[in-house]
C-alpha cells in the first residue's frame, strides 16, 4: 500500500540553490497538492491539480514552480532557494471533493 | 479571504479527561469540513462532515458540524497518551482546502 509517496525525506539547501521535490501517488487520484508547514502553524496550500495537464496556485505559490505531466506525479521545483523556504512540505491526493490523502512530508533547510 | 480558527491552540490534560476541540470557519463555497491527526509526520484522516447536526464516531472520538454558526467541534472521551498529537481543522470548498493552525494536545498519564 504505497499511497503518496515523497522523495526525499530530508534535504539541505544553500541560499541560490534549487532543487525539485518529488511527488508520486498510485490510488489513480486526479487531485493533487502541495502544502508547506511551518513550525506551530497550520498547512498553507502552495499548488494544486485537478489532473494532468492543470495546475493552479494556492494561499502561497511565489517561489515555487510546480508540472503534471502525468497522473501519477506532481512534483515541485524551488528556484533560487531561500531562508524562508525552510519547511516541511507535504503533497496530497485525493479523489474530486474529498478526502486527501498525505505523504510523509519532506522536510528542508535553506542555509 | 477564506479563515479557519482553531481553539484551543494547545491543551494539557490527564489520561480519562474529556476534551472538546473547536473550530470556526468563515468561507465562500462551502463543501465540506475534515478533520486530521498529525504526530509526527503525515496528518491522518479523521472525519469529513457535510451536514449540518449529524455527529460521526470513531471509538472515543466524535465530532459535529454547525453549518449555521459555521463552526465544528471534535470531542475525544477518556483520553488516552496515544491521543497526544496536533488535530487540524480543514474546510473544503471547490477544489481548494484551507487549514487551521492546529490544536496540540498533550495528554499526561
Known amino acids: 500500500n504505497a499511497g503518496v509517496t515523497q522523495t526525499p525525506k530530508f534535504r539541505i539547501l544553500k541560499i541560490g540553490q534549487s532543487m525539485t521535490l518529488q511527488c508520486t501517488q498510485d490510488m489513480n487520484h486526479n487531485y493533487m497538492y502541495w502544502y508547506r508547514q511551518d513550525p506551530g502553524m497550520g498547512l498553507k496550500l502552495i499548488y494544486y491539480s485537478v489532473g494532468a495537464g492543470i495546475t493552479d496556485k494556492g494561499e502561497v505559490p511565489n517561489g515555487y514552480n510546480v508540472s503534471r505531466s502525468t497522473t501519477e506525479d506532481f512534483p515541485l521545483r524551488l528556484e533560487l532557494a531561500a531562508p524562508s523556504q525552510t519547511s516541511v512540505y507535504f503533497c496530497?491526493?485525493?479523489?474530486?471533493?474529498?478526502?486527501?490523502?498525505f505523504g510523509a512530508g519532506t522536510r528542508l533547510s535553506v542555509l | 479571504e477564506d479563515k479557519v480558527v482553531q481553539s484551543p491552540l494547545s491543551l494539557v490534560v490527564h489520561e480519562g479527561d474529556t476534551v472538546t476541540l473547536n473550530c470556526s470557519y468563515e468561507v465562500t463555497n462551502f463543501r465540506s469540513l475534515l478533520w486530521y491527526k498529525q504526530e509526527k509526520k503525515a496528518p491522518t484522516f479523521l472525519f469529513m462532515l457535510?451536514?449540518?447536526?449529524i455527529e460521526k464516531k470513531s471509538g472515543r472520538l466524535s465530532s459535529i458540524l454547525d453549518k449555521k454558526e459555521l463552526f465544528s467541534i471534535l470531542n475525544i472521551t477518556a483520553t488516552q497518551t496515544g491521543d497526544s498529537a496536533v488535530y487540524l481543522c480543514a474546510e473544503y470548498n471547490n477544489n481548494d482546502m484551507r487549514f487551521g493552525a492546529g490544536t496540540r494536545l498533550t495528554v499526561k498519564p
Open positions: 457535510t451536514s449540518s447536526g
Open positions: 496530497a491526493s485525493s479523489r474530486p471533493r474529498n478526502i486527501q490523502y
